[in-house]
């Protein structure tokens, strides 16, 4: 089962980076392959979110629940769509004076699409992290 470490040292507070992962309707704004993202509840600890992502001509939706702790993790799982398992853990932890930020991807294919979607998917969790930096940068940097 393929899975993606990524963790990055940026120089904004733990509270920032955690309010911008857990905004998961303005992903389709800034990381690759979002088409769209909504929220479909929102608990006081969790949320609903259905999604939909592209790779070319391939489009697939699914569903998931992103159950969080502020602002220091966040667990997303996916609950149907092409995944037989699909989990992003994000953890937000200070460090000096800015914050550590760590992504593990896991995922499982199923189905027709599996051998379609591998690819895309491979490539987008190893960027994943890429795509929140620079995407902090944008919208903290101006506040500084």
């Known amino acids: 089962m393929p899975q993606y470490r990524?963790?990055?040292?940026l120089p904004y507070t733990?509270?920032?980076?955690?309010?911008l992962v857990l905004d998961i309707e303005r992903y389709p704004e800034f990381v690759p392959a979002y088409r769209r993202a909504r929220v479909l509840c929102r608990e006081v600890a969790a949320l609903q979110v259905e999604q939909r992502v592209g790779f070319g001509p391939l489009?697939?939706?699914f569903r998931s629940r992103a159950e969080f702790a502020?602002?220091?993790c966040i667990f997303i799982r996916?609950?149907?769509?092409?995944?037989?398992r699909l989990d992003v853990t994000w953890q937000f932890?200070?460090?000096g004076a800015g914050c550590r930020v760590s992504a593990?991807?896991?995922?499982?294919l199923t189905g027709v699409l599996a051998s379609a979607m591998h690819g895309g998917l491979a490539l987008m969790a190893s960027r994943l992290l890429d795509a929140f930096a620079r995407r902090a940068a944008?919208?903290?940097?101006?506040?500084d």
């Open 6 to 9: 990524v963790s990055r040292l």
């Open 14 to 19: 733990c509270e920032q980076l955690f309010t």
């Open 59 to 61: 489009v697939v939706n």
């Open 70 to 72: 502020a602002p220091t």
């Open 78 to 84: 996916a609950s149907d769509g092409p995944f037989r």
């Open 93 to 95: 932890t200070p460090e």
């Open 104 to 108: 593990e991807t896991h995922y499982e």
């Open 138 to 143: 944008q919208l903290y940097r101006a506040q």
